[in-house]
């Protein structure tokens, strides 16, 4: 991996923060309610204890609030945005982009709009295309990481329903004249095997083949494969990024993993030979909440006044593709 030029700093800093969490929390006695499971089981091998569930909501209703949050935080109005970016791998609709829709109701009249998706690693993946956006001419983003799953995911599949959450953070960004090293890498995967999907059924809607419509496929995931790339792709990504910035792994102040599993969180953190005091999670609260769950962990630290000036974050993080990487940044 290329070294960057100390001398060339061209970082991002994080004007503000913002989050949302649908008011419906559902506790791992809740689910055990509707599925066979227990708090026991579901904490000791994921540590997750709450969720949030945007019970029968839009996923782009999330994303508004987490915006105006970000933008009051940040001291601006929606005017003063030239760009929004919004990550999703669960959006309401094809088409339109959810970007427009948050546009439309913050009234950002001046940004242009796109949504992304890297799965639940989108929210490094966008990081740093904003960063490359600011430096090609635009001078305020606005990036939005908004997921809700509950609608993909399956209820009679107590492996997986467990471990997701609804919600949405944002973060507002502008060029700064600090470090800043990003890593993204992938690893295909066959359309027959994907390990971790939410799969469109053609066949479902086939009026001249002979089948009635129906509703799509539910989230599929191959639990243990996941598990296994993820514990090797975070802290090979975490180095990869370091080395890029010029940084040793200890002199990072914090990483924000994805917060997909806190057994994943420890096994790699472990391999990184860091100690989990450096290491933020908020999994216990919020399950996993995709690409939504980095923007929310910033917000959660910079109201908590943890984010200080100069500090080094590594953001590390892996999703379905398989999709992996690492931003380090100073802030
Ligand atoms: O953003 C990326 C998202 N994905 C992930 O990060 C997933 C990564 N994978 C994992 O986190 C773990 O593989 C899981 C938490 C999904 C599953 O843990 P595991 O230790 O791999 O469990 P398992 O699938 O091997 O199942 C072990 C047992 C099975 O019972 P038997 O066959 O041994 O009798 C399962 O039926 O645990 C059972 N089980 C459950 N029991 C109670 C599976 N889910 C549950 C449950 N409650 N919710």
């Known amino acids: ?67 105006k949050n970000a933008l009051e935080n940040a001291g601006i109005t929606a005017e003063d945005i030239d760009y929004i970016m919004l990550s999703t791998c669960t959006p309401d609709f094809f088409y339109p982009i959810t970007a427009c829709l948050v546009q ?41 990481a908004s997921e809700c799953l509950t609608p993909q995911v399956d209820f009679y599949d107590r492996a997986t329903s467990v471990l997701f959450g609804d919600g949405a953070g944002a973060v507002v ?41 129906d509703y799509a496929k539910k989230l599929q995931m191959g639990g243990k494969d996941v598990y296994k790339f993820a514990v090797e792709a975070m802290p090979e990504a975490a180095k990869a990024a370091c080395e890029k910035a010029g940084f040793a792994l200890d002199e990072i102040d914090l990483f924000i993993p994805h917060q997909a599993n806190i057994r994943i969180v420890q096994t790699a953190v472990k391999s990184l030979g860091v100690s989990m005091e450096k290491v933020y999670t908020n999994i216990e609260n919020h399950g996993n909440t995709s690409s939504a769950c980095m923007p929310v962990c910033l917000d959660e630290l910079n109201r908590a006044g943890r984010l200080k000036e100069g500090m080094k974050l590594c953001l590390v993080g892996f999703g379905a593709g398989l999709t992996y990487g690492a931003i380090v940044m100073e802030i």
């Open 173 to 213: 960004l502008e060029r700064a004249d600090k470090t800043f090293a990003s890593v993204m890498k992938a690893k295909g995967v066959s359309a027959d095997e994907p390990i971790l999907y939410y799969k469109i059924d053609y066949e479902a809607n086939t009026p001249f083949g002979g089948k009635t419509p």
């Open 104 to 144: 439309n109701e913050t009234g950002a009249l001046n940004a242009a709009c796109i949504d992304i998706n890297a799965a639940c690693t989108g929210f490094v993946a966008g990081l740093e295309m904003a960063r490359g956006l600011l430096y090609s001419g635009y001078d305020r983003i606005l990036f939005i």
């Open 1 to 67: 991996m290329k070294k960057m030029n100390p001398k060339n700093k061209n970082g991002v800093k994080i004007t503000g923060t913002g989050s949302y969490a649908p008011p419906l929390s559902v506790s791992n006695d809740d689910l055990a309610k509707i599925l066979d499971t227990t708090d026991e089981w579901v904490y000791t091998r994921t540590g997750i204890r709450h969720r949030y569930f945007n019970e029968g909501r839009p996923n782009y209703t999330m994303a508004v609030e987490a915006a």
